[in-house]
Each structure stands twice: as structure tokens, then as C-alpha cells.
């Protein structure tokens, strides 16, 4: 019983974390934006579950990317309230993380949905 009340509470916190990102990031509104409208395009698509399932898990790949980076700034700013060179690294190569994942689900949005959406739209 334990074991599955210490998971219900596991889960709490992450939903925690969670609520924190969206509350805070001006980011998690972009990628709000980006996740709902990608989803859309894809069901009116109609796109292979393959190619749908490339969507979800390159969308997860930005969050993940997103949530890390909030956490590690956050670890950065306890760690050192002061300026410091090594707390710039971690942060900007944080933020590089977030770009670099962002720029890959464009380029993979544009190679999935592109073609199909060209065809639906006549071209
Ligand atoms: N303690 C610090 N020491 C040195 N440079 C810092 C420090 N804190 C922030 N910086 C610099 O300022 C930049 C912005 O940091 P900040 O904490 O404001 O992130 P942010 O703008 O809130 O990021 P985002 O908007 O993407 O969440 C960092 O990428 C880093 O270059």
C-alpha cells in the first residue's frame, strides 16, 4: 500500500513541475500554440499512424527539452544569485538544448506535414 501511495505523491510533484512551466515560462505559450496547432493539422490530414507518431514523440522531444531547461535555471539560480561565467553556460547551453530540439520539429513538421498539405490543398 506504501509503494502506491508514494507513487500517487510521485506523480503529484511531477504535476507540480508541470503546473510550474506553464504557469512561468513565456516559452510553454509558444509551445502550447505549436503542439495544439500541429495535433490540428495532422487529424485534418489525416496522416499515417507512423507519421503521427513521429509528431508526438518529436512535440515531446521540445517539452522535455523546455522542462529541463526551466529546472536547470532554476538550479542555476540557487546555485549562484550572482553573475557568474559557468551560471551563464548552463544556462545559455540550456537554452541552445530547447533551440536545438525546436529547429529539428520544425525541419520534421515541414518533411510530414508539407507534402500532405500541398496535396490537400491542390498543389
Ligand atoms: N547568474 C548568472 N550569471 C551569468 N549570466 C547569467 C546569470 N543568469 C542569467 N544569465 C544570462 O542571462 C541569460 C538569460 O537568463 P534568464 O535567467 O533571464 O533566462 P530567461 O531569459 O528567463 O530564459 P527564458 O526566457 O528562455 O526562460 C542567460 O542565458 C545567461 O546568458
Known sequence: MDFFISRIHSFGHAFCGLGYVLRTQKN?????????LVICIALWLRI????????????????????????????????SPEKHPLAKVGKDVGAAAVLIAAMSSVIIGLIILGPALLRKLGY
Request: hydrophobic share 60%.
Open 48 to 79: 499515417p499512424a507512423s507519421d503521427f507518431a513521429i509528431l508526438i514523440l518529436t512535440i515531446g522531444t521540445v517539452w522535455t527539452a523546455e522542462f529541463i531547461n526551466t529546472s536547470l535555471e532554476a538550479v542555476v539560480d540557487l546555485a
Open 28 to 36: 510553454a505559450y509558444i509551445h502550447s500554440l505549436a503542439t495544439i
